[in-house]
C-alpha cells in the first residue's frame, strides 16, 4: 500500500474559494485566489468571481503578477507600489492614466507586466521605492481629477445613450432622488406629537 496523498495545493484553493462561495456572502475577500495555481484553472477561478460580481456580488480580490486574461476579468483596480497608492479606478481607465503621466503603454503590450515593468526596478529596494514614491505624487496631482473627469465622461456618454433611447427623462440627480426618498420616508414615519 502506497502513502495516502493529501490534496495537492491548487485544489486547496479551489476548495478554499469553494468553501467561500458556498455560504453565499455578499462580499468575498479574495486573497491571491490564483496563486499556486496554473493559468486554465486561475482563469476558471477568476471566471466563477467575475460571475459572481455580475450577478450582485461584490468582490475585494487581491492579486499579485495577474495575467492578462485574469487582469481584464477586474473592472475596477486599486494599484499598490511599496505601500504608496499608484492608481485607483476603471480598469479601462489605466493605460489612458499611464498615458497622461508619461507611461504610454506600446501597442500590443499587456497592460498587466506593462504596469509592473514600471512600478519596479531592477536597481534594488531603493530605485523601486522612489518609483513609488514618484507616482503615488503623480496619483495625488493628476490621477483624482483624472478619474473625476473620467467617470463624469462616462456619465454623459451614458446619458447621451438615454437620450437617444428616449429615457433619459426618467433619470434624476443622486441629491434629486436622495430628496425625493428623504420627503417620502418622512411622511410615512410616524412622528411623536410632542415634536409637531
Known amino acids: 500500500m502506497g502513502a495516502r496523498r493529501g490534496i495537492s495545493g491548487g485544489e486547496k484553493k479551489r476548495l478554499s ?3 467561500e462561495i458556498v455560504t453565499n456572502p455578499s462580499i468575498i475577500f479574495a486573497d491571491e485566489p490564483t496563486t499556486g495555481l496554473d493559468s486554465f484553472m486561475a482563469e476558471a477561478v477568476m471566471t466563477v468571481l467575475e ?6 456580488r461584490s468582490i475585494i480580490c487581491t492579486i499579485h503578477q495577474p495575467s492578462t486574461t485574469v487582469f481584464e476579468k477586474f473592472n475596477k483596480v486599486i494599484l499598490l507600489a ?3 497608492m499608484v492608481f485607483a479606478g476603471d ?3 489605466l493605460p489612458v492614466y499611464f498615458a497622461r503621466v508619461g507611461k504610454s503603454i506600446p501597442p500590443y503590450t499587456s497592460v498587466a507586466d ?3 515593468d514600471v512600478l519596479s526596478s531592477s536597481e534594488g529596494a531603493e530605485a523601486t521605492l522612489q518609483i513609488a514614491e514618484k507616482m503615488h505624487a503623480a496619483w495625488i496631482n493628476t490621477g483624482v481629477p483624472f478619474m473625476r473627469d473620467w467617470h463624469e465622461s462616462l456619465r454623459e456618454q451614458y446619458i447621451q445613450r438615454l437620450q437617444s433611447e428616449g429615457v ?3 433619470l434624476s440627480s443622486f441629491k434629486g432622488e436622495t430628496k425625493r426618498l428623504a420627503l417620502r420616508k418622512g411622511s410615512k414615519c410616524p412622528r411623536p406629537r410632542t415634536m409637531c
Open 168 to 170: 433619459a427623462d426618467k
Open 82 to 84: 511599496e505601500g504608496r
Open 17 to 19: 474559494v469553494a468553501t
Open 114 to 116: 506593462f504596469v509592473i
Open 91 to 93: 480598469r479601462l481607465a
Open 51 to 56: 460571475r459572481l460580481a455580475q450577478n450582485g
